[in-house]
């Protein structure tokens, strides 16, 4: 299908991976004062506090307006900032794609793998690898320069940037607390397990969990332990936090609602399948998905079950909850959307390859991905519709 988009690139941009090297030509970016935060995609679940939601419907039905191919799976979700949408995949690239025309910009090989997206602070990229010699990386996306690598064990959690800081978990054993500018270690904090677990900040504490089930809450400042609680079940998703509790699931079924002040258990949801898919928290309701091929709606503050939506495949990635839909995709290859506060379907979308990273939207863009397959940016019908008019 042509792109419904047509556009001149605005940029061009070749980085060069060499420590010193400058790109020939700058990507243009907003000024960082520019950034909207209630819309930009530039971490994990958009907000600190992992949240993953958005301010924008897009109605159905939906038609495809530009696809990019994109190989290996991107990590967790896309990121948009300016015209420019970041797909960073497992294999430790990152594509960039224009956003009007769907147009590749450049590819850069950030090292050999990548687990969790990176994230986007102040128009520098912050990255975790899970192979390689240095874990750590930071580049200039104005210039394309490496600016930062650091010895790190294999990172295998999306950075958290906070001012200064940055906080990561590892693979063995250590969480950590570095200088974002230097990458120098201010603390460590030895956990009982490998963390895949993305830390999430509520004030200020820092909050993730480990593989063998354990659940913590540190001083963002000195790392001191504030609690911790033993879950049932391995954590592999990443929490959502709100001013008073701490939202997430486990391997073994069990989605919690932990008191962000002492680390006691507020409620239990069971669940027949394990939960590797994250919660995403908007208004009073939680959304998440599992493996027994469901996708779940909760009350944030019981822990009761508002509705349930059963899709033909697993679903471990996080849905996209808007003012009145939820977004999200299925290992039986298809997107989904449904009335946010019934869970009707309202409107589904046949993929050529499952989806194994969440969808976002940005702008009046639906953006998902295809494992090994594609990027692909879908609009509401009624503005491709005006488009061609125009045209």
């Given amino acids: 299908m042509k792109p419904l988009f047509i556009s001149v690139l605005s940029c061009a941009v070749l980085f060069s991976l060499a420590p010193g090297c400058k790109s020939l030509v700058s990507l243009k970016l907003p000024p960082p004062a520019e950034t909207r935060t209630e819309s930009d995609w530039m971490m994990l679940g958009r907000n600190l506090q992992r949240q993953h939601f958005t301010l924008l419907d897009i109605a159905p039905p939906l038609e495809m307006v530009w696809q990019k191919k994109v190989k290996s799976v991107v990590a967790d979700h896309p990121l948009a900032l300016g015209d420019v949408i970041f797909a960073p995949a497992v294999n430790g690239f990152m594509y960039l794609v224009d956003y009007h025309s769907g147009e590749g910009i450049t590819t850069i090989k950030l090292g050999p793998s ?9 128009n520098t990229l912050y990255a975790g690898l899970t192979l390689g010699p240095e874990s750590l990386l930071r580049f200039d996306l104005k210039s394309g320069e490496r600016e930062l690598s650091h010895d790190y064990p294999y990172i295998t959690t999306s950075p958290l940037v906070v001012e200064n800081k940055l906080y990561f978990g590892t693979n063995r054993n250590v969480f950590f607390c570095a200088n974002r500018i230097s990458g120098i270690s201010i603390w460590e904090y030895i956990t009982a397990a490998p963390v895949s677990s993305s830390a999430a900040l509520s004030g200020m504490r820092v909050i993730f969990g480990d593989e063998k089930g354990w659940f913590y809450a540190l001083d963002a400042v000195s790392g001191t332990e504030l609690w911790k609680v033993r879950l049932e079940g ?3 998703s990443h929490p959502v936090v709100d001013d008073s509790l701490a939202y997430l699931g486990t391997v073994a ?4 609602g932990i008191d962000l002040q002492d680390g006691r258990v507020r409620w239990m949801h069971s669940s027949p399948g394990s939960f590797f898919s994250s919660p995403a928290l908007f208004e009073d309701a939680l959304y998440v998905g599992n493996n027994a091929h469901e996708v779940l709606a909760l009350d944030k503050r019981t822990g009761a079950l508002i509705w349930k939506f059963k899709t033909g495949g697993i679903v471990n990635t996080t849905p996209l909850p808007s003012p009145h839909y939820l977004y999200f995709t299925s290992w039986d290859k ?23 990273s969440s969808p976002v939207i940005y702008r009046d863009l639906l953006l998902i991905h295809t494992a090994n397959d594609a990027l692909i940016a879908l609009a509401n019908e009624k503005i491709v519709e005006n488009w061609r008019i125009e045209q």
């Fill in 253 to 256: 079924g069990k989605f919690y």
């Fill in 234 to 236: 391995s954590i592999f």
């Fill in 334 to 356: 298809n997107l989904y959307v449904v009335e946010r506060q019934s869970g009707e379907l309202a409107f589904t979308f046949p993929l050529r390859h499952a989806s194994k």
């Fill in 114 to 122: 990548l687990k969790g997206v990176p994230s986007i602070y102040q």
